[in-house]
C-alpha cells in the first residue's frame, strides 16, 4: 500500500459556488487529484482511467490534510481511500481501458 498527501490548493476554483459560506471539495476535483497522484506514485503514463467504482463517504473542506491511500490488485485495478485523520472521505478504484 503506498501513502501519498493529497494537496489542494486554496483556494481552489472547483469550490467556487461549491457552497457559498461551507465550501467543499467537489468530487470530481478529488478524484482528478487522486489520479494524478497515483499516476506519479506508480510511474504510470497519464492515460484515461475507467473508475469501476468510487464512493463518496464524506465531505472535505478547501486546505484540509487529505492522505491517498493505494495499491495495485491482481489485473491491474488500482484501489484507493481518501482519507482525513480517522474519517475517510472516498474509496473507489481505477482501471485502464
Avoid at 486554496?10 to 497515483?38: Q, Y
Avoid at 463517504?57 to 492522505?67: D, F, Y
Wanted: no cysteine.
Amino acid at each position: 500500500m503506498t501513502s501519498t498527501p493529497l494537496s489542494l490548493p486554496v483556494p481552489h476554483p472547483a469550490t467556487e459556488g461549491h457552497f457559498p459560506g461551507a465550501p467543499i471539495l467537489p468530487g470530481v476535483a478529488l478524484l482528478d487529484e487522486a489520479v494524478r497522484a497515483i499516476e506519479r506514485d506508480t510511474g504510470a503514463q497519464p492515460t484515461r482511467w475507467r473508475i469501476s467504482a468510487v464512493k463518496f463517504l464524506s465531505p472535505a473542506a478547501p486546505g484540509e490534510a487529505l492522505l491517498l491511500e493505494h495499491e495495485r490488485l491482481a489485473g491491474g485495478t488500482i484501489r484507493f481511500t481518501i482519507s482525513s485523520g480517522d474519517r475517510t472521505v472516498a474509496t473507489g478504484q481505477l482501471t485502464a481501458p
